[in-house]
């Protein structure tokens, strides 16, 4: 994939969302994925035709809560565009809740995860960063939760991450010891190099390799708005 410049912010939002709601498909929570298309130097659609943001409309929408879609995609998409907001709602009510529980922190993960494949796929220097690691497959998951999410670099020629079952095994592995650790992780207040040593996290692997996540994954807080 090609190098698309400071527009990277608003691309691992868009699909920081579409993550999110595939989780919540994938959970029976929701009708249907939001899908990300991009349709032009500026426009995102989620889900469809009906709700469109500009790409600064969408990173508005994600900081605050509220940001005005394009409105004549909405008037000739109505019930479409309507499906759209509700799930987008459905998705900042869970993630923005104080409640930490496996659904909240499955969400936060995928989708946290997909913003940093998202700077692998799309910016060169990240890219170069995990050239070398193309053969591994991490797992992430919770102690005693069913919660299991997989990075991996696919068939397709990018990074990619789901959830639940996976066909190949792991090479490596991080555990959160619970809920609560990975939620901090999520939110941004987890001490990615302190935590295994005192027993908040179990790691196994290909630590640099891990590293390097943490170091993208970090970089995409610093600079992709985000719900939580």
Not at 99 to 116: F, I, M, Q, W
């Amino acid at each position: 994939m090609k190098d698309i410049g400071d527009r990277i912010i608003s691309h691992a939002a868009a699909f920081s969302i579409e993550a999110a709601s595939k989780e919540l498909y994938e959970r029976s929570k929701v009708k249907r994925e939001l899908k990300v298309k991009f349709i032009n130097d500026n426009l995102v659609e989620l889900g469809g035709p009906g709700l469109c943001f500009k790409e600064n409309k969408l990173l508005k929408a994600v900081e605050s809560g509220f940001a005005f879609p394009q409105i004549l995609s909405l008037i000739f998409n109505f019930i479409n565009g309507i499906e759209s907001i509700l799930i987008l709602l459905e998705i900042r009510k869970i993630l923005s809740s104080d409640t930490v529980n496996s659904e909240k922190v499955s969400l936060g993960l995928r989708s946290g995860l997909t913003g940093a494949t998202t700077f692998a796929n799309y910016d060169i220097r990240y890219k170069k960063l995990l050239d070398e690691h193309k053969d591994e497959v991490v797992l992430f998951s919770i102690d005693k939760t069913k919660i299991s999410i997989w990075l991996y670099f696919s068939s397709e020629n990018t990074w990619k991450v789901q959830s639940g079952t996976f066909s190949r095994e792991p090479t490596t592995t991080f555990t959160f010891k619970d809920l609560s650790v990975a939620n901090n992780a999520i939110s941004g207040r987890f001490d990615h190099l302190g935590g295994p040593a005192v027993g908040d996290a179990k790691v196994s692997g290909n630590l640099p390799f891990l590293d390097k996540i943490g170091y993208i994954s970090r970089k995409v807080e610093q600079q992709v708005p985000s719900i939580l």
